[in-house]
């Protein structure tokens, strides 16, 4: 039996690595020098090189839109969370007037597409001179980030027993005093788990962050890898290269952040 | 009312302020700006900006080009979702019996959902290039230009897609699996039953709940999809990938008829609003609760 077991496992195991076989075949066109491009009878190329990082590190705007990325999204993250927080805490436990029909707002903004409000933030930013600025993909991002954190929030904060809030009003604290001793301390890894689905959404966004940037000043990397130049042909060997860099946070967050990971999008769902 | 109730009220008032006057300006207000939008005729580098009423909707009832684009669409929506959870669902049945190594199992599998759509297309444009990509020498060796071809880029573009979502419904599964007690299955083995009537009575019932939950989250997300087409085909080969996205994006940005393209996106935006509120009607008549 538990020799069957492990066969079932390994299997597993396989199959899985199968379906991630995408982004392994990038990973190794990304060490692949270009003459060997169309030798695909191997699974290592022959002479494997580093030499498209290097193409990328010193010959395109790679660098600079993982800063800018890096930027955007830690910092929609940290908004997220100063303006959420203190949100999800008042509509999990507090007396808010108009609180049904703000839950419902809340819900139907995390829907929203953002083809559709894409147009009128774009004449909102340009008006405001924000075009190709930090700024205007913070603001743009927060308007998906913001719903979905507040969300995720409000449900990590029910889950506390309301008990231990009592008790330290009993001990004479404020509702102040109680949310940073009592509730801050008790809701820390779901704040965690919803600042990485949060960052993740603001690393990958493209659509906002395509229409809003202009220059290198801001684009981020989606955008860069989107736009990666190719002079007389398609630079496969830089592109996976710029690939695997843009991939590098979700790696990351998939690998050692797992267990932060799967609380928060199994706690979006489940909580519904 | 107490002074606690009151101090609670102000407390309530100041704590979500900030938060909802951040999402009235950013989400509530687009939202509203893009209706007025989508009434107007307006070309920027014209310095054209004039009221048409429903002018819009009424050329796009009729506009071939955007019937091609609903029906493209929703062939993507339904396709895509189809797959998607029926491949998680098998792959959470199988993790369900896995005993070590779930967490690499887990990386592995969450791997593709994680990545920017932007990086996955540029995976999948470089496995289908007609003559170096992967998918065609494991095809063996045929030329087959699957984003070229208007028979093959939509069905391209379906695997893409499902091959970074599957992952989603599969995780949810997995969790939910993870919930159910061990001795229910003992009951059901005691009680004689096989492994196709365990599956078919306790285990697919008991997902039931959550799987809808994966469907509506996967219908929309595909129903406003936009990276992967953009990125991938560019909504070509002769627009046989063009969503109502990329239909709306075009004529925002690349024709610049910022009040035609609002008008696209306001269609996208009842599309949306429409299967939430079908989805939800339909699961409190289940009287399911997730």
Known sequence: MRRRLRAWDAAVLLLLAAWATPFFWQLRT???????????????????????????VDRSVMPRAL??????????????????????????????????????AVVASTAFPQITTVSPLYLLLRALGLRDTWTALVLADTSFALPLLMWLLAGFIRDIPLELEEAAFLDGAGRVAVVRRVILPL????????????????????????????????????????????????????IAAASMLAALPPIVIVVALQRWLVRGLVAGALKE | MTARQRADRRAGLAFAAPAMLALGALAAYPALWVLWLSLQQRVPIFGIARFVGLDHFLFLAGDARFWNAVRVTLVFTLASVALELALGVAVALALQRQRTGRRLALSLLLLGWALPSVVTAKLFEWLYHPSAGLVNVVLGGHAINWLGDPRLALPALVAADVWRTMPFVALLCYARLLT???????????????????????????????????????????????????????????????????????????????????????????????????????????????
């Open chain 2, 180 to 290: 159910i007690p061990v001795e229910v299955y003992e009951a059901a083995r005691v009680d004689g039953a096989g492994r196709a009537a365990t599956l078919r009575s306790i285990t697919l019932p008991l997902l039931r709940p959550i799987l809808l939950v994966a469907l509506l989250f996967r219908t929309l997300d595909a129903l406003r999809a936009f990276d992967l087409m953009f990125v991938l085909t560019g909504g070509g080969p002769a627009n046989t990938t063009e969503t109502l996205t990329v239909y709306a994006y075009r004529s925002l940005f690349q024709t610049l008829q910022l009040g035609f393209g609002a008008a696209i996106g306001v269609v996208v935006f009842a599309l949306v609003m429409a299967v939430a509120w079908g989805y939800l009607r339909a699961l409190r008549g289940a009287g399911v609760a997730a």
């Open chain 1, 187 to 238: 809701v820390a890894p779901g704040v965690a788990s919803a600042a990485l689905l949060t960052f993740l959404a603001a690393w990958n966004e493209f659509l906002f962050a395509f229409t809003f940037t202009a220059t290198e000043a801001s684009r981020t990397v989606p955008v860069a890898l989107a736009l990666f130049p190719g002079v007389f042909e398609v630079p496969w060997g830089d």
């Open chain 1, 30 to 56: 990304s060490f692949t020098p270009d003459v060997e491009l169309l030798t695909t009878d191997r699974a290592v190329p022959a002479h494997p090189t580093l030499i498209h990082y290097r193409a990328v």
């Open chain 1, 67 to 104: 800063l800018n990325s890096l930027g955007v999204a830690s910092i929609t993250t940290l908004l997220a969370i100063a303006l959420g927080l203190p949100a999800a805490y008042a509509l999990a436990r507090l007396p808010v007037p108009g609180k049904g029909l703000l839950l419902l």
